[in-house]
């Protein structure tokens, strides 16, 4: 019986008597903790540093806190960060004119503006993933700053991506052999992202797409976009949107003879550039 209603207590928190007997519990505990034999002085302690000194970086801390806590910095991510990419964060090194901007906006309690901040920060993540990747990735710059024709039997796929004035995005794509005839062209358009280099893959991944419809086997992509280029000869496999998204476009280049990714300067993409620009003027997609 004295089982029973033990358990019947602690499935019930709320309760009074639940309360009254944590009290009494919680006294009769300080009330056994011995007094110090040396009897020192009270002192004074500053509870958010573990030596009890106060520090400014503490204070802060502490006067941001109730500000901080309504902030969403991971808005719509369904992964957890893990504690090492915020300390790389904070160990970036940061021009003094923008700390102190940070700090002008902070203590005059103006409003912070957080718009396009994780993409900004992921990107950040992004960035130091590939670092430390251990994949040397060297890039090579076409000799005269022009589109190169691939080696037989590659079909060179060239890329871009853009924002439309209603924020949508806009892809575009060109085939071209070696000979630099075109093989086929597409253009296609996205959901509202805000994000240039989530677009630049989402194109990638749509042009892979592409090449499988077309029959290609061996191909070669070329991107102006260097970090998403990066990740994809890398062997990142972080918690992050474009990471997730380069997974997948490996994932479909099963059935290839041969795959390469490349970076190339946007003085050479000038092709998937206008073609992508025509891209903002359609909805859905074209393929021809």
């Not at 009494?24 to 002192?43: Q, S």
Request: charged share 20%; proline share 3%; glycine share 4%.
């Amino acid at each position: 019986m004295l089982a029973k209603q033990c358990w019947r207590l602690i499935q019930n928190e709320e309760s009074l008597i639940f309360k009254v007997l944590k009290a009494r519990l919680t006294v009769e505990k300080i009330m056994c903790i011995p007094l110090h034999y040396t009897h020192l002085p009270d002192r004074w302690a500053w509870k958010c540093e573990a030596s009890g000194k106060f520090s400014m970086k503490s204070g802060y801390k502490l006067a941001m806190w109730e500000s901080w806590e309504h902030m969403n910095l991971t808005h719509d991510m369904s992964c957890d960060i893990p504690t090492a990419f915020w300390k790389s964060i904070w160990k970036l090194p940061i021009l003094s004119r923008f700390k102190e901007a940070r700090n002008q906006k902070k203590f005059a309690n103006e409003p912070v503006n957080l718009n396009g901040l994780w993409a900004k920060v992921e990107r950040q993540w992004d960035k130091l993933c590939v670092a430390n990747s251990g994949v040397h990735l060297d890039v090579e710059v076409p000799s005269g700053l022009r589109w190169e024709k691939p080696r037989v039997p590659f079909i060179k796929l060239n890329v871009d991506a853009t924002i439309r004035s209603t924020c949508e995005g806009a892809l575009g794509g060109v085939f071209r052999d070696a000979k630099g005839l075109v093989h086929g062209v597409f253009m296609a358009s996205t959901p509202i992202l805000h994000n240039s280099t989530m677009l630049e893959a989402l194109a990638i991944k749509k042009g892979v797409e592409v090449a499988h419809q077309l029959g290609i086997k061996d191909l070669i992509v070329e991107s102006d976009s260097r970090i998403v280029i990066d990740m994809l000869n890398s062997n990142c496999n972080h918690s992050s949107l474009l990471c997730s998204i380069c997974i997948t476009i490996l994932d479909n280049c099963t059935g290839f003879n041969d795959v390469y990714f490349q970076w190339t300067p946007r003085a050479c993409n000038q092709c998937a550039d206008s073609i992508c620009k025509a891209a903002r003027n359609i909805i859905g997609e074209q393929i021809w």
